[in-house]
């Protein structure tokens, strides 16, 4: 497994302080040769560009430069956008979904509540990155096990319908990509879960929190936009095998 490198999301406090984290995504290559790629990152758009993102009253901007595109990310695993079979959609926020148009030949997973609360709110959901002509969703009910060492937990409470990744690798043993059902070991250590669904996105941090202390020393838990650990993580072209 490779972890990809898709940027930085900028914010800025009440007191001008700015604070950035990452934008992570993931390459899974399976036993039999099949290049799953979780998430795409953020538009093309946003290289080089400090524009306010366009959502309500949002004080977030995107860190972007070429080297952060899906594309140049996974060149420095020797593969191009139409190498990849599956992209395994966590959810179709900006930062997650931005690059979705440029593989219009593999099959995207997502879950199906995800999918429906994604068409009744354009205004977060932007139809113009994810619901593009071509493109072929295989829906998912909860849990699944889609392809042969790939888990997908649904872990709603940041989102409708979020999900999250496991995969079990020969040397690294157990990896948890939480995406933002944990956002940071902050969020994790002093409970500050999505106001709007509180109680779901406790139970699905605690979940993932459970099912890694459950795993020991063989178990990696990857947060969604924690700054610190990802400085910690091996990026690609490294890998965890």
Not at 23 to 44: F, K, R
Not at 123 to 150: C, K, N, T
Not at 213 to 228: K, P, R, V, Y
Request: charged share 25%.
């Amino acid at each position: 497994m490779a972890l990809l490198d898709f940027g930085e999301i900028a914010t800025t406090d009440a007191g001008g302080v700015e604070e950035r984290v990452p934008v992570p995504g993931a390459l899974v290559v399976t036993d039999d040769g099949t290049n799953v790629l979780i998430d795409t990152g953020m538009p093309e758009r946003y290289i080089g560009n400090s524009t306010l993102i366009p959502y309500k009253a949002s004080s977030m901007r995107a860190v972007m430069e070429s080297r952060h595109t899906a594309r140049h990310q996974l060149s420095l695993a020797g593969l191009r956008p139409e190498d990849i079979d599956c992209v395994i959609a966590t959810h179709f926020d900006w930062d997650h979904a931005g690059a979705n148009a440029d593989f219009p030949d593999a099959t995207f997973y997502v879950q199906r509540s995800h999918l429906r609360a994604a068409r009744a709110d354009p205004e977060r959901f932007w139809p113009e990155l994810w619901d593009v002509p071509g493109l072929r969703y295989e829906v998912v009910d909860g849990d699944a096990e889609p392809l042969p060492g790939i888990r997908l937990l649904e872990t709603g409470g940041h989102v409708s319908g979020h999900q999250s990744v496991v995969v079990r690798l020969p040397r690294s043993g157990l990896v948890i990509l939480a995406v933002d059902a944990i956002k940071s070991q902050h969020q994790l250590d002093h409970g500050a879960w999505e106001e709007t669904a509180f109680a779901q996105a406790r139970r699905s941090g605690e979940r993932l929190a459970a099912l890694a202390t459950d795993a020991g020393q063989g178990g990696l838990l990857i947060f969604g936009h924690d700054a610190e650990q990802w400085a910690a993580l091996r990026h690609a072209p490294e890998w965890y095998d």
